[in-house]
């Protein structure tokens, strides 16, 4: 997954992020999930990740709210559900991907 880190940055001026089985959200704006969390999906699934783990924080829960409305709507999900207390508790979500 590439991604630029200003929007008037060039395609060739994008950096390659290694894939994990965690997504960190905190730097992230609500207005990018649209375009991120497919492509993260989609680089998982070409790596046989089927379960990750994102991180949204706890705050005012915005981010958790469009995070879960987004998957609700994701042909790629099969399930997900908040992360248990050693794992982030509601700061977190789990997923799993559809193989």
Same mark, same amino acid.
């Given at each position: 997954?590439?991604?630029?880190?200003?929007?008037?940055?060039?395609?060739?001026?994008?950096?390659?992020?290694?894939?994990?089985?965690?997504?960190?959200?905190?730097?992230?704006?609500?207005?990018?999930? &649209?375009? #991120?969390?497919?492509?993260?999906? *989609?680089?998982? $699934?070409?790596?046989?990740?089927? /379960?990750?783990?994102?991180?949204? !924080?706890?705050?005012? &829960?915005? #981010?958790?709210?469009?995070?879960? *409305?987004?998957? $609700?709507?994701?042909?790629?999900? /099969?399930?997900?559900?908040?992360? !248990?207390?050693?794992? &982030?508790?509601?700061?977190?979500?789990?997923?799993?991907?559809?193989?």
């Amino acid at each position: 997954m590439s991604t630029a880190a200003t929007s008037g940055d060039s395609a060739a001026d994008a950096v390659r992020l290694p894939i994990t089985d965690e997504l960190d959200l905190h730097t992230f704006r609500p207005s990018d999930l &649209g375009e #991120l969390l497919p492509a993260y999906f *989609a680089e998982c $699934r070409a790596l046989g990740l089927h /379960r990750i783990r994102v991180v949204h !924080g706890k705050g005012t &829960g915005t #981010l958790r709210t469009t995070v879960h *409305a987004f998957l $609700r709507r994701s042909p790629e999900v /099969r399930r997900f559900g908040a992360c !248990g207390e050693t794992n &982030g508790s509601w700061g977190a979500t789990w997923v799993e991907l559809t193989p």
